[in-house]
């Protein structure tokens, strides 16, 4: 059975960051550590960037409470919850990010463009985490905030949460209507987008078509290392795989992982998911050895990313049980199985291709270590052959 695809990665535009104006009634200083900070975080000096923002907020904090300040102090808070996002520490963004939401609401009012644009970034975050109800809750909240063209970077945000829930007629209404005309970054996000839609729904060329028009766009518009391009290599991995075009998907797979690494450190959840996609071309190709080996270090980094019970490391374990069942591995294997299908089956709806997969998975287990009788009984419950 082919491997589920795992990691199709739909995604928004990354803001800027907030830079305060030296004419604000506010410490000069706070000011200047803060608009440094932005300036490090854009050159991907993020331990510099955050140890400024971090500098940035003490200095606000000793200004006073007056509304002005509270306000500047929240948005520092919220560039430096972004920052801790794109760096793969969603604990610490996620309360960075609530603590200026709320402030914002307290000092600008809740439907202000503030409170819509830290609403967005908190979005974002979600469904980095993978909470994508979460995620569509801010997003929808922010969508029903700002003006353009913020609001359109809001949709591709949303257009990408309604891809991973399977969503895919909203994901596309809601970012095809901005897409003629569309150039630059915008015009790439869309573009890339609109190829993660078709792409899950297995249409490969219609995913090829959109991938390279996103990759023209590219070449002229985003810095070489930008995680936005590698997700778009890991993407047009899954179309070449798919399009059994073997060579050039494992050397699309391997360019994303490296300009991830590169980008964001061995660590962070998004070089896990591209060791995921990996694994999976890996093990098709029946070369199980090298899936044990990227499937354990997958799992490893999204355990400590994202914790045990998050989808994407649920996923991982449990694939990494297929691959120990095809080496004959089978108590390791059940063991993997029976730690992580319940939990999926929790998580997703039962016709979810996760799901799916994972049952399947359980199943020729059930079939390799001569239980017909269980397995067939667990097929019949499935609906499976």
């Known amino acids: 059975m082919r491997a589920v695809v795992v ?22 200083n706070a ?43 929240a948005r520092t808070s919220e560039n430096l919850g972004a920052l801790l996002r794109d760096i793969g520490r969603y604990p610490e963004a996620q309360k960075a990010l609530t603590v200026a939401v709320a402030e914002l609401e307290e000092t600008t009012g809740k439907s202000s463009p503030d409170v819509g644009e830290a609403l967005e970034n908190l979005g ?41 829930q399977r969503r895919f007629a909203e994901a596309r209404a809601i970012m095809a209507p901005a897409l003629p005309g569309s150039s630059g970054k915008l015009g790439f996000a869309l573009n890339a987008n609109l190829a993660a839609v078709a792409l899950a729904e297995h249409d490969f060329s219609e995913a090829e078509r959109f991938t390279l028009a996103a990759f023209n766009l590219a070449s002229s518009n985003l810095e070489p290392n930008n995680v936005a391009l590698a997700a778009l290599y890991s993407n047009m991995g899954q179309v070449y795989r798919f399009q059994e075009r073997y060579e050039e998907a494992e050397r699309a797979y391997r360019k994303a992982i490296d300009m991830w690494t590169a980008a964001r450190g061995a660590t962070h959840p998004y070089v896990g998911s591209g060791l995921m996609n990996l694994a999976a071309f890996e093990h098709e190709r029946g070369r199980d050895h090298a899936a044990e080996d990227l499937y354990r270090r997958a799992a490893d980094i999204l355990d400590r990313g994202l914790g045990a019970d998050s989808l994407q490391t649920l996923v991982a374990r449990n694939e990494l049980g297929e691959v120990l069942r095809a080496e004959k591995r089978y108590v390791a294997s059940e063991q993997l199985s029976r ?24 199943l020729h287990l059930l079939a390799d270590t001569k239980r017909q009788a269980q397995a067939a009984v667990l097929a019949k419950g499935l609906g499976l052959r």
């Open 124 to 164: 974002a975050l979600y469904r980095a985490m993978g909470d994508l109800d979460q995620a569509e809750a801010s997003a929808l909240r922010a969508d029903g905030i700002l003006q353009e063209p913020e609001r359109t970077n809001n949709r591709i945000l949303l257009g990408a949460i309604y891809t991973e």
């Open 7 to 28: 990691w199709v990665l739909g995604f928004g535009i990354a803001g800027a960051g907030w830079t305060a104006e030296n004419g604000a009634p506010s410490p000069p």
């Open 339 to 362: 730690a992580t299908l319940p939990l999926l089956q929790k998580l997703l709806p039962a016709n979810d291709p996760r799901v799916v997969r994972a049952e399947t998975n359980y």
């Open 31 to 73: 000011i200047e550590l803060n608009n440094r900070a932005v300036r490090l975080a854009k050159e991907a000096h993020y331990a510099e960037a955050e140890a400024l923002y971090r500098a940035s907020l003490d200095a606000w904090s000793q200004a006073g409470n007056g509304l002005s300040t509270r306000r500047d102090r």
